[in-house]
C-alpha cells in the first residue's frame, strides 16, 4: 500500500510520464493511417470495379452528380500548363504597361488562367522592382560620392 501513496505522490494518477515528456517522442510516424481509414479502403479495394460501373450507369440514366463524377475523372479541372511564349519583353519599366495589357488580353480571352495571370503579375512585379533597384544603385553611388566630397 505504501507503494501506490508513494507513486500518487511522485507522479500523480493517471500521469505515468513526467510533465512534459511524452511516452512516444517520435509520435505517430509519417503516412500512418487509422485503423478505420485502412479498412475502409479494403473495402472499396474489393468492390472499385462494381462501384465505377454503377456509377457510370447512374451517370448514363442521367443522375446528374453521378454524370458531374464522370466528367470530372475524364475530363479534370485545367490546371497551369507550361506557358506558351507570345507575351512582350520586358527591358525596363516603360515595357511594364505593354506587358500588363497583354497579360490582361490573354486573360480575357481565356488563354490563360486566373492563377496563370497571377503568376505573370507577380513576376512582373518582381521584374518591376529589380529594374528599379539597378535603376536606383548608381545615383545613390553618385549622391554618396557628393557627400563624400563636400565633407572634405
Not at 485502412?38 to 479495394?45: C, P, V
Not at 507570345?86 to 515595357?95: R, V, Y
Request: proline share 7%; aromatic share 6%.
Amino acid at each position: 500500500m505504501a507503494d501506490r501513496s508513494e507513486r500518487k505522490r511522485s507522479r500523480g494518477w493517471g500521469r505515468p510520464f513526467k510533465k512534459g515528456q511524452s511516452g512516444n517522442p517520435k509520435g505517430r510516424p509519417k503516412g500512418s493511417l487509422k485503423k478505420t481509414t485502412l479498412a475502409a479502403q479494403a473495402l472499396f479495394q474489393e468492390e472499385a470495379e462494381a462501384l465505377v460501373a454503377k456509377t457510370v450507369e447512374m451517370a448514363l440514366q442521367g443522375d446528374r452528380a453521378c454524370l458531374r463524377i464522370c466528367i470530372d475523372r475524364l475530363v479534370p479541372v485545367r490546371k497551369d500548363l507550361p506557358f506558351q511564349p507570345g507575351l512582350p519583353k520586358i527591358g525596363g519599366s516603360a515595357d511594364l504597361p505593354h506587358f500588363f495589357a497583354a497579360v490582361a488580353a490573354r486573360f480575357e480571352e481565356g488563354e490563360i488562367t486566373p492563377s496563370e495571370a497571377k503568376a505573370l503579375k507577380e513576376l512582373a512585379e518582381t521584374y518591376r522592382r529589380l529594374i528599379e533597384m539597378a535603376e536606383l544603385e548608381p545615383r545613390v553611388t553618385e549622391l554618396e560620392e557628393m557627400m563624400n566630397e563636400r565633407k572634405e
